[in-house]
């Protein structure tokens, strides 16, 4: 099981990750194992949205 198909920081305190926002590239974003599992949406600031 490796988180790094996001290709970017992992923290592995409780399962979650957090990326850069791949649209505007400002915004982290941070998902948990929990919210990951069952794929709920994210959105940034920015408008962008998406389960990944
Ligand atoms: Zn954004």
């Known amino acids: 099981m490796a ?3 996001l290709g970017n920081s992992t ?3 409780t399962g979650s990750v ?7 590239k400002k915004e982290e974003i941070i ?4 919210e990951r599992e069952i794929v709920a949406n ?3 600031k920015c ?3 998406g389960p990944n």
């Open 3 to 5: 988180n790094s198909v």
């Open 31 to 34: 998902r948990t194992r929990n």
């Open 18 to 24: 957090s990326f850069t926002c791949p649209s505007c």
């Open 42 to 44: 994210y959105s940034c």
């Open 11 to 13: 923290s592995n305190m």
């Open 47 to 49: 408008g962008f949205t």
